[in-house]
């Protein structure tokens, strides 16, 4: 009963935010192609239906944006009962940076894209050669990887957290090290660009974050340590 209220909960909210950014979907459009500058592609419509996915679309993300640090907060609040106030704490440390690291992400992720199209434009017009760009696709790709890769950036928040309640161990997840990186890579490699360099661009700071996350663990426990020491 608990679970279903909470999940019930998160998806109305979800829903109510889904439904404010489709009926705001020409304003969020207009917003992202002047912020990708986007002047001097020829971006089309290829569908008289077309911006109904676009309006679907730019519901999804606003959504998925408004509704991810409820989520966050309603997994706290359901776990509450079974942590010690001590770890509880821990973890609550760890939500503005899980908050912070998804926006970074995100914007991360437009900022590869619009890349992707610069490079684009530049070529076709060093070619001499004209650009048309499906505005539904292009929007729709660029959402996606934005909110995907909002998302990866969540990985350090969860290892950090399962270092600190003692589920994993530094030295057990250090050993795991290529298979990180491969995993980074491969998540990569999923996302909506099909160039290989934006994919090694995308994985390099998944990279970094996990080995920032090592690195910040193994301060956490010095830490601990001397604390310990000294009483």
């Known amino acids: 009963m608990e679970v279903r209220k909470r999940v019930s909960f998160v998806l109305s909210i979800f829903v109510i935010?889904?439904?404010?950014?489709?009926?705001?979907?020409?304003?969020?459009?207009?917003?992202?192609?002047?912020?990708?500058?986007?002047?001097?592609v020829n971006i089309v419509f290829t569908s008289p239906f077309q911006f109904i996915n676009l309006a679907i679309s730019c519901g999804i993300v606003i959504g998925l944006i408004f509704v991810f640090p409820l989520i966050i907060a309603q997994i706290l609040s359901f776990l509450k009962p079974a942590l010690r106030e001590k770890e509880y704490r821990a973890i609550l440390v760890f939500l503005p940076f899980s908050i912070f690291l998804f926006l970074i992400g995100f914007a991360f992720g437009a900022f590869i894209?619009?890349?992707?199209?610069?490079?684009?434009?530049?070529?076709?017009?060093?070619?001499?050669?004209?650009?048309?760009?499906?505005?539904?696709?292009?929007?729709?790709?660029?959402?996606?990887?934005?909110?995907?890769?909002?998302?990866?950036?969540?990985?350090?928040?969860?290892?950090?957290?399962?270092?600190?309640?003692?589920?994993?161990?530094?030295?057990?997840?250090?050993?795991?090290?290529p298979w990180v990186y491969l995993g980074s890579f491969m998540?990569?490699?999923?996302?909506?660009p099909d160039s290989l360099l934006a994919d090694f661009v995308l994985t390099l700071p998944l990279v970094i974050l996990f080995e920032v996350t090592l690195l910040l663990n193994k301060i956490f426990e010095a830490k601990g340590a001397l604390e310990k020491g000294s009483d």
């Not at 002047?34 to 001097?40: F, I, K, N, R, V």
């Not at 660029?142 to 994993?168: D, E, H, N, Y």
């Not at 998540?187 to 909506?192: M, R, S, T």
């Open 17 to 40: 935010a889904m439904i404010v950014g489709f009926t705001f979907y020409e304003k969020i459009i207009k917003f992202l192609v002047d912020a990708l500058s986007l002047q001097g």
């Open 113 to 177: 894209m619009k890349w992707q199209i610069q490079i684009f434009l530049g070529r076709s017009t060093a070619l001499g050669i004209g650009n048309i760009l499906d505005i539904s696709k292009l929007l729709t790709q660029i959402l996606l990887t934005s909110a995907l890769m909002g998302i990866g950036f969540q990985f350090p928040i969860l290892l950090l957290i399962l270092m600190r309640m003692k589920v994993i161990k530094h030295h057990q997840l250090s050993k795991q090290r």
């Open 187 to 192: 998540f990569a490699l999923l996302l909506p």
